[in-house]
C-alpha cells in the first residue's frame, strides 16, 4: 500500500468529520459518461448548446433529445463500488456529508440499497447540480417524477399537469444559481469538515470546485482521488493517481 494511500487512510479514520464531493468518473466505472474525459459527453457535443437555459429556449426539442437519451442510459446503470462503500461509511458512521455534482441519481441508490429497510438519510447526496431523474416546470417551478419524454417533435414535449408550461430536466445549467439552501448545506459541510475527500472530478465548474478551497482554508485535509492530475492536485495535501472503484474502497471500506 503506497504512503498516500496509508496517510489518507489514517486521516479518514481519525477524522471527526469528513466532506465528500464527487464528479463524473465516479460514475464512470458504472458506465456513465463523464464530459470532459477521453469518449466525454463534451466531445460530441457542446456544452453552450445543450446545457444552458438559452439553449433550451432556442431548441428545447434538441435538449430534450439529450436528456431522455441520457436518462435513458442512466437508468440502466448501477452503483459501483465507490459509491456503494460511501454510503456504507456514511451510514456506519454518520459523520460523512456526500456532495456530489453528478445528476445520475446513483449516490442516492446506493444509499438507498445500503440502509435496506433503515433510514437512508445519513447517506443521501447533496446534489449541487440537480438530477436527471426529475422534471421540474420551466414556467411554474413545480417538481415532478420524470415522465417519459417524446422528443420527436416540440408538439409531443412533455408539459406541466399543473399549468401547461414546457417541462425541463431538472439540473442545473451553466449560467444558473445553484439550490441556494443545496449549495449552502454542502459549503457549511466543507467548512466544518477535518477532511475533504474529492473523488473523480476535474474541479473545473464553480462554486463546487471551490469547496474543497473552503475545507483547506479552515485547516481541513483534502484528499483527492483521480487517474489525471486536476486544478486541485496542487491544493490537495494527498492526492492519488487512480481510479475511484479501486481506490475508494481502500479508503473507506469497512476494513479501513
Ligand atoms: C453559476 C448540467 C452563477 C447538468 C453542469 C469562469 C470562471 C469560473 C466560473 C465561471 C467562469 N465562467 C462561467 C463560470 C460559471 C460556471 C462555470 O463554472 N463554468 C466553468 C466551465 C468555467 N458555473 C455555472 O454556470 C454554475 N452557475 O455559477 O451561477 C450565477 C450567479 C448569479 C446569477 C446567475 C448565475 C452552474 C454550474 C452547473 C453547470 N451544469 N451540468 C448536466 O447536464 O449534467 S456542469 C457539468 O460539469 C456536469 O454537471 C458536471 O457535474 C460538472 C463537472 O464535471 P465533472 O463532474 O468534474 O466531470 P468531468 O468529465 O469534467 O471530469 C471527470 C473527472 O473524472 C476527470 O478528472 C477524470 O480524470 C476523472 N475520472 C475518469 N474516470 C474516473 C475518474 N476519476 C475516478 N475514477 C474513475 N474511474
Ligand atoms: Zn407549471
Known amino acids: ?21 464527487t464528479g463524473a468518473g465516479v460514475s464512470a466505472e458504472s458506465g456513465v459518461p463523464t464530459f470532459r474525459g477521453a469518449g466525454g459527453l ?15 429556449a432556442r431548441h428545447p426539442r434538441v435538449v430534450w433529445e439529450w436528456y431522455a437519451w441520457r ?24 459523520n ?3 456532495v456530489t455534482q453528478n445528476v445520475d441519481g446513483l449516490h442516492a441508490r446506493a444509499a438507498r440499497e445500503a440502509a435496506g429497510d433503515a433510514d437512508p438519510t445519513a447517506a443521501l447526496p447533496l446534489e449541487v447540480h440537480g438530477s436527471l431523474l426529475r422534471d421540474r416546470c420551466s414556467r411554474c417551478g413545480a417538481r415532478s417524477e420524470p415522465v417519459t419524454v417524446d422528443a420527436t417533435s416540440e408538439a409531443t414535449l412533455p408539459r ?16 444558473e444559481m445553484l439550490d441556494q439552501g443545496v ?7 466543507a467548512t466544518t469538515a477535518d477532511v475533504c475527500l474529492v473523488v473523480g472530478t476535474s474541479a473545473l465548474v464553480h462554486p463546487a ?16 482521488v ?27 471500506g469497512e476494513t479501513a
Open 42 to 56: 463534451w466531445k460530441e457535443f457542446r456544452p453552450e448548446d445543450l446545457a444552458t437555459p438559452e439553449a433550451f
Open 226 to 252: 483521480n487517474p489525471e492530475e486536476t486544478p486541485l492536485t496542487r491544493v490537495a495535501e494527498i492526492s492519488i493517481r487512480g481510479l475511484a472503484g479501486d481506490v475508494v474502497p481502500v479508503l473507506i
Open 96 to 98: 460523512v456529508t456526500i
Open 1 to 21: 500500500m503506497t504512503d498516500a494511500i496509508e496517510r489518507a487512510r489514517t486521516a479518514l479514520s481519525d477524522a471527526g468529520a469528513v466532506v465528500v464531493l
Open 209 to 224: 470546485a471551490s469547496l474543497p478551497l473552503r475545507t483547506r482554508a479552515q485547516g481541513g485535509v483534502v484528499i483527492e
Open 183 to 189: 449549495i449552502g448545506s454542502a459549503d457549511a459541510a
Open 160 to 175: 406541466c399537469a399543473r399549468c401547461g408550461g414546457l417541462l425541463r430536466p431538472d439540473v442545473v445549467w451553466f449560467g
Open 71 to 94: 436518462r435513458t442510459l442512466v437508468s440502466a446503470c448501477l452503483p459501483n463500488a465507490a459509491h456503494r462503500v460511501m454510503a456504507e461509511r456514511a451510514l456506519r458512521r454518520g
